[in-house]
C-alpha cells in the first residue's frame, strides 16, 4: 500500500464544510482514479485522469470536484455534502498503454463521514 | 457493456480446507480479468489477472484462478485456506472490445471467513 497513500485516513465533515481528500501516486504511473465504496454496493467509478486530463466523469454530483496538478497527484475536493455521500473513497493509479491490460493499485482510503 | 457477477455473499471454510470465491463475467470481446482482496480498513490488493495465455494464473498469497470461457466464469482457488485469509474478495472485468477503455468494472464482492 505504500505505493499509493490517501490522506487523511478518516474524516468527519458538517454538510456545510469545504475539505479535500488527497492522493499521491509513487508508482510513476500516467493514470489515476477516484472510486466510492459503500457497503454490499460495487466499487462506483467517479472519475479518471490520464496523463493529467480527464477522461471520465461518472455522472457525479457538482458537490465533487477532482484536481489533477500532476500524474503523482489527485484530489477530491468536496463542499456541501450529503449524509449519503458517507463511504470509503478509493484513490488507485495505473500505467494505462491503451490496451485495457493494466494493472490498478489502490490506496488505502479516506473513511469519510459526514454528519 | 461489462459486468460481473459475485453471487455469494458469504463464503465460509474451515481453516486447511480449499477455499473457491466464484465469479461470473459478461462481456462483448475477450475479457481482461482481475482479483483484489481487501482487508478491514485497508485498501484493495491485487492478486492476480488474467489477460491472455494460460487459463490457470497463480498469484499473490498461494491463491490462483482459473479462466472458462464456455462457464464464462473466473473462480478464485486456494488449496488450504489460512485464518489470515479472512477478508472481501473482488472480481472485476475490463472488456477488450471498447477502446481506450480504463474502466474495471468490481463485483459486488464476498466476504470470505476461515474457521479455525
Keep these: 500500500e505504500t505505493g499509493v497513500t490517501q ?6 465533515m458538517g454538510m456545510t ?34 496523463f493529467k486530463e480527464q477522461t471520465e466523469n461518472n455522472s457525479v454530483p457538482s458537490r465533487f470536484s477532482p484536481e489533477c496538478p500532476n500524474s503523482s497527484h489527485l484530489f477530491l475536493h468536496l463542499h456541501t455534502l450529503q449524509p449519503e455521500d458517507s463511504a470509503l473513497y478509493l484513490c488507485a493509479s495505473s500505467q494505462d498503454k491503451g490496451g485495457g491490460t493494466d494493472t490498478q493499485y489502490f490506496g488505502p482510503g479516506t473513511r469519510l463521514t459526514v454528519l | 457493456a461489462q459486468s460481473v457477477a459475485q453471487p455469494e455473499d458469504q463464503v465460509n471454510v474451515a481453516e486447511g480446507n480449499p477455499l473457491t470465491v466464484k465469479c461470473t463475467y459478461s462481456v462483448s470481446g475477450n475479457p481482461y480479468l482481475f482479483w483484489y482482496v481487501q482487508y478491514p480498513n485497508r485498501g484493495l490488493q491485487f492478486l492476480l489477472k488474467y489477460i491472455t495465455g494460460d487459463n490457470l494464473v497463480k498469484g499473490s498469497y498461494g491463491f490462483e484462478a482459473e479462466f472458462n470461457k464456455s462457464q464464462t466464469s473466473f473462480h478464485l482457488k486456494k488449496p488450504s485456506a489460512l485464518v489470515s485469509d479472512s477478508a472481501l474478495y473482488f472480481c472485476a472485468v475490463r472488456d477488450s472490445l471498447i477502446y481506450g477503455n480504463n474502466r474495471l468494472a468490481f463485483g459486488k464482492g464476498n466476504q470470505v471467513v476461515v474457521i479455525p
Excluded at chain 1, 479535500?20 to 509513487?26: M, P
Design chain 1, 17 to 50: 464544510n469545504k475539505k479535500s481528500l488527497k492522493c499521491e501516486q509513487h508508482l510513476g504511473h500516467n493514470a489515476m482514479y477516484w472510486y466510492k465504496q459503500s457497503a454490499k454496493k460495487p466499487l462506483e467509478l467517479m472519475f479518471v485522469y490520464n
Design chain 1, 7 to 12: 490522506t487523511p485516513r478518516h474524516l468527519v
